[in-house]
């Protein structure tokens, strides 16, 4: 037995369009890089992305997963066609996208989004969004909150 679940849910999503933080990633980056992603990304309900699993095992893929998840809350979506929406060519890769479609986040028309490449901290990535995209600042206050009362 594994020792975690995977499961597909179906459960309602609200009407109205929200705002998403999505984070792709690969197995094939340092996994120091994602794991810091995870840490800081579960306090602001990152959502990371692969967009599959390597060639091989799924069952070594997804216990690699859960080694890199930790005991961490993380949603992680394995999801090709987030890929080809948001143009995601190298990763990591940081995506806000405002008025997301929850229960079709694949629907046209495309959401109004900003994109940010690169292995740097997730703080430094929601920096650089902010100066394009004034709503992530929320996601900026909520974890330096958490960072400076620890």
């Not at 840490?39 to 069952?59: F, H, N, Q, T, Y």
């Not at 996208?97 to 629907?107: I, L, Y």
């Not at 995209?133 to 400076?148: H, I, N, Q, T």
């Amino acid at each position: 037995m594994m020792g975690f679940t995977v499961a597909i849910l179906l459960m309602p999503y609200p009407a109205q369009a929200v705002d998403r933080l999505y984070y792709f990633f690969s197995f094939s980056m340092p996994e120091e890089s994602i794991q810091a992603a995870f840490s800081d990304g579960e306090k602001i309900g990152l959502v990371a992305v692969l967009r599959g699993l390597p060639e091989g095992s799924p069952k070594e893929s997804l216990l690699r997963l859960k080694q890199l998840i930790g005991g961490r809350k993380v949603e992680v979506l394995i999801d090709p066609l987030l890929f080809r929406l948001y143009d995601i060519t190298e990763v990591p890769a940081l995506v806000y996208a405002e008025g997301v479609n929850p229960s079709c986040e694949h629907c046209e028309p495309v959401p109004r989004y900003w994109k940010r490449v690169g292995d740097i901290p997730l703080v430094a990535g929601l920096e650089n969004l902010a100066r394009s995209a004034p709503s992530v600042d929320r996601y900026l206050k909520k974890l330096r909150e958490g960072f400076f009362t620890k």
